[in-house]
């Protein structure tokens, strides 16, 4: 069954450092998504790409935060000079309409 | 120490009853909601999707209700097992899926 993969599973980073998170959609979809839970919080979107390009995002996608799609199979979202509140779990997700299917995440832990 | 972040309502069910989770949703506009069940550990699992044109769907031993009246939507678990314990959350989607807060379901042996 087709899904959707991220790697790491886990990244520690210190705080002000670069990270980028990588994801490999479903390879028939369009749509891709990016969302993060911060330990024991409901989860929250971050944003959503279509077509090349970014279609929505959330008042927590700043200019720390970028997405990328750099070949036809891997969609990657990087923040810069990371902060300790950005510890949380980061899920990829796709789609090729309605139901998103999402990956296992990676655990970023900032210290 | 203080604790943080959300506390999740909870459900206990016994094994063999039935379940309903309930979730409030946002936007009057949104089009198209989803249930998602979460295991610790890892990402949001689809269980049952609905559209707005429909206000019940069933699937193997899950019911999702739809009132859009009151921007209302629930999750009936038939028979819940064991390997149902998990945070269960509600997406409602317009132009992007956003998701309800949880509900942590426990099933009692």
């Known amino acids: 069954e087709p899904e959707v993969t991220q790697t790491p599973s886990h990244q520690v980073t210190q705080m002000g450092q670069e990270v980028i998170l990588r994801c490999v959609p479903i390879?028939?979809?369009?749509?891709f998504y990016w969302y993060r839970q911060i330990l024991g919080q409901k989860v929250e979107f971050l944003v959503s790409?279509?077509?090349?390009?970014?279609?929505?995002k959330s008042e927590i996608f700043d200019d720390q935060f970028s997405v990328e799609r750099p070949d036809g199979s891997n969609f990657t979202l990087k923040i810069r000079s990371t902060k300790l509140e950005d510890s949380a779990m980061y899920f990829c997700a796709s789609s090729a309409g309605w139901e998103a299917f999402f990956g296992q995440g990676t655990r970023l832990t900032v210290v | 120490g203080e604790s943080v972040g959300l506390h999740l309502p909870t459900l206990s069910v016994q094994e063999g009853d039935n379940s309903i989770i309930n979730c409030a949703y946002s936007n009057s506009a949104s089009d198209y909601f989803i249930w998602y069940k979460q295991e610790s550990g890892k990402g949001p699992q689809f269980i049952i999707d609905i559209r707005s044109n429909m206000d019940k769907r069933q699937g193997q031993r899950v019911t999702v209700l739809l009132n859009k009246t009151v921007k209302h939507l629930s999750l009936q678990i038939a028979a819940t097992q064991p390997g149902d314990s998990a945070v269960y959350f509600c997406a409602e989607n317009h132009n992007d899926m956003r998701f309800g807060a949880g509900t942590r379901l426990t099933v009692k042996p």
């Open positions: 790409f279509y077509n090349n390009e970014i279609s929505e």
């Open positions: 390879s028939n979809h369009l749509y």
